[in-house]
């Protein structure tokens, strides 16, 4: 009998893949799992200090690496900073041309797809973008050309109409519920609100202009209603990409979600503790509901932090367990041991300013660096008493505010005349630099907008038309005349820093020194700009990214003393993302911080459906804490059965926003922290109260900081 053997083939196994990028020796096992983790929807818990922008370029370091066309990726972030670092970083890793990956924040991404898609939409590609101070003056004119008496009666004024405006488009919150909510005294005026925003949209349209709110608003649409489109855009990138999806809002998450529904390579990365927003009209639910939207969503953590010891961690840890609507994370030091965190009662905010004052100084004797030391509050009124201890003492500090560069007047007069050269029918343009000339007031702009916006290019009309009879009024005309024939010259176009020169030389450096006390300083401030507009081949190009350009291009800060060297006060909303080594917290009293008003107002409603489950939760949505549940999240919900289309809504407390702002300011700090809390204040009458430390102080337990007395010589 014939004796057989079986032999098997075995598949050769395939070499490891040989990557430019060393990402093993560059990073960590959590990260690294991110970087190579495969195809899907996958969410990234993303802890302070963590090494999450390091994970997101890598990521897209790796994706390319593997063959993906730049093209095809998408990475949405909140600043066109962060985006400009993070694509560098990828440039340098690779060594391609980032400029095919599409990336930037939610309103330039809206932009450059909108400037494809306007025609559908009844847009012109040439749109011009409003920024707030336009949108303000648009809403007005439209709460004008309706006839509302508004110094007849407490309608709302033109900003405040359009933040509620843009809150209600943002959130997908109904006008009736805003209202009720937030502004009761105005709800006697909805149906008046209604018309308005119809008018102003109106106005937009005819005007060829978007708002900030649009450029999601309309990307959305082409999502939403135009099937052909629609499809198109979903499957034009392969991978989706979200920064700090944290702070993003209902429409952003609708987007997202819309975006990706068809090839799912989504990845969004964000920290659900540092959530601190809802004011702007972040949704937190976003984040949390992550799971429930992607049911086969995988879930990464990073936890390990490079920016604080240890002792800073475990506080922070202990804080931020008290909050139950959160995925539970232990962040841990890379950076090892350091001092414990201080607890610091005073008598009160004159002797909390002496302190802080007394110790900045005792730390620059011992080595450190003014510049890195941080006094952060919850409200900007908290720290008054310090700016005068601060001063007295010599003690340079800088305060950290909104005030934009681009938003001041003078920038938005300059840039008018560059925006009528691009948009003709920019009418708030047309209006704002006619206004500027002597004898040329609302209603001679309102008559020569008028007769020059039938035309088809009103730019044109007004070149070859006669001026306005009047004393003074033709010359005016004249001059403007003479400088949009310059900067509409089409070399020009190709040239806004000399645009912008030859407007301020040609009239506007007069104008200034009537008009401002302050003239020089803002003549310099345009020599900046023309400096700025160097880099830029063409004016249109350069409009759109000043319009949208999200961080602080210039801060308007109060500096007293040296320029060089000085201590930063800033409220905790503008210190996120910061570090400093060394920070003093306070103003930590019950009703202070946390805010009483924020602890009346809701933190949040989830409403989901019984049947939405994910692997990792043992219940919908939520696991019971009490019932020790494996879930992702910790919080309450009721076990009672639901019947089919039940729709069950859980209602986060404020209290648990206030505490992950705490989180925040506590988790800014690298090498020392204290935590201040004055124990006396004055009422409106004068009298001496007592309050209690914040509860946020009051949870810590007493192994995790260091009890400070006050005492005096």
Do not use: C
Not at 210 to 235: A, C, Q, T, Y
Not at 248 to 272: C, H, K, P, W, Y
Not at 446 to 465: C, G, M, Q, T
Not at 564 to 573: Q, T
């Amino acid at each position: 009998m014939t004796k057989v053997r079986r032999y098997t083939l075995k598949t050769p196994a395939r070499p490891a893949k040989q990557y430019r990028v060393k990402y093993q020796e560059e990073l960590n096992s959590e990260q690294l799992e991110v970087v190579h983790a495969g195809e899907g929807p996958m969410l990234v818990i993303a802890g302070a200090g963590s090494g999450k922008t390091r994970a997101l370029t890598y990521r897209v370091s790796r994706l390319i690496e593997d063959g993906v066309d730049p093209s095809e990726i998408l990475l949405l972030t909140f600043t066109n900073k962060a985006s400009r670092e993070m694509l560098s970083r990828v440039e340098e890793l690779v060594t391609i041309d980032t400029r095919r990956i599409w990336g930037g924040t939610f309103h330039s991404m809206g932009n450059r797809l909108l400037r494809r898609y306007a025609e559908p939409l009844g847009y012109r590609s040439n749109f011009t973008i409003l920024d707030d101070e336009d949108a303000k003056e648009m809403m007005e004119s439209a709460i004008s050309s309706l006839g509302i008496k508004t110094l007849e009666k407490r309608f709302p004024k033109g900003d405040v109409l359009l933040d509620i405006y843009s809150f209600v488009i943002n959130t997908r919150t109904p006008l009736e519920l805003h209202l009720e909510q937030n502004f009761p005294h105005f709800a006697m005026y909805r149906d008046e609100m209604v018309n308005v925003f119809r008018r102003y949209k109106e106005r937009k349209r005819d005007a060829n202009a978007m708002d900030f709110d649009d450029l999601l608003v309309n990307w959305k649409l082409i999502l939403d209603d135009h099937p052909e489109l629609s499809k198109g855009l979903k499957r034009k990138f392969r991978y989706i990409l979200v920064d700090e999806y944290q702070d993003t809002n209902r429409i952003q998450a609708e987007i997202v979600d819309g975006m990706a529904s068809v090839r799912r390579n989504l990845m969004v990365v964000g920290d659900d503790a540092q959530s601190i927003y809802s004011f702007r009209g972040a949704s937190f639910e976003n984040i949390l509901t992550f799971p429930l939207r992607f049911p086969d969503a995988r879930i990464y953590k990073l936890e390990v932090n490079y920016r604080s010891t240890r002792q800073i961690l475990e506080l922070a840890n202990h804080s931020i367990a008290n909050n139950r609507f959160q995925f539970r994370k232990e962040l841990r030091a890379v950076r090892g041991d350091g001092p414990d965190p201080a607890v610091v009662g005073v008598d009160d905010v004159f002797e909390q300013a002496t302190f802080i004052a007394q110790r900045i100084l005792e730390l620059r004797d011992e080595g450190e660096k003014l510049g890195d030391i941080a006094v952060l509050y919850r409200s900007h009124y908290q720290s008054l008493e310090l700016q005068m201890e601060l001063t007295r003492r010599l003690i340079p500090y800088e305060i950290r505010s909104g005030v934009r560069f681009f938003e001041q007047a003078h920038i938005k007069d300059v840039l008018s005349y560059l925006k009528i050269v691009t948009n003709t029918r920019d009418e708030l343009a047309w209006k704002r630099v006619l206004k500027l000339y002597p004898k040329v007031g609302e209603k001679t702009a309102a008559e020569v907008w008028s007769h020059i916006s039938a035309s088809p290019n009103p730019l044109d009309r007004f070149l070859s038309s006669p001026p306005p009879q009047g004393r003074g009024v033709a010359q005016s005309i004249n001059n403007l005349k003479d400088i949009l024939r310059v900067i509409g010259n089409e070399s020009m176009k190709h040239n806004p820093s000399e645009s912008i020169r030859v407007i301020v030389e040609r009239g506007y450096a007069d104008y200034a020194r009537a008009k401002f006390a302050n003239a020089q300083a803002r003549l310099d401030d345009l020599e900046q700009l023309s400096q700025y507009a160097l880099r830029y081949e063409d004016v249109d190009q350069f409009l759109n990214e000043v319009a949208l350009a999200n961080p602080l291009a210039g801060e308007d800060v109060a500096v007293v003393g040296p320029e060089d060297e000085k201590i930063v006060l800033s409220s905790v909303h503008q210190a996120k993302g910061l570090e400093w080594r060394i920070v003093f917290v306070i103003g930590l009293a019950e009703g202070r911080f946390p805010s009483a008003r924020a602890l009346r107002v809701p933190g949040g409603i989830v409403r989901f459906e019984p049947k939405q489950l994910h692997p990792a939760f043992e219940v919908p949505l939520l696991a019971s804490a009490e019932s020790g549940g494996a879930g992702e999240y910790a919080g309450e919900v009721a076990r009672a059965p639901l019947s089919d289309g039940e729709i069950r809504e859980i209602v986060i407390p404020g209290e648990e926003e206030e505490r992950r702002l705490f989180y925040v300011a506590i988790t800014r700090a690298k090498q020392e922290l204290y935590l201040v809390y004055p124990v006396m204040a004055r009422d409106r009458g004068g009298m001496d109260i007592l309050m209690e430390p914040s509860r946020f102080i009051r949870e810590l337990p007493g192994d995790s900081f260091e009890k400070w007395v006050i005492g005096s010589e």
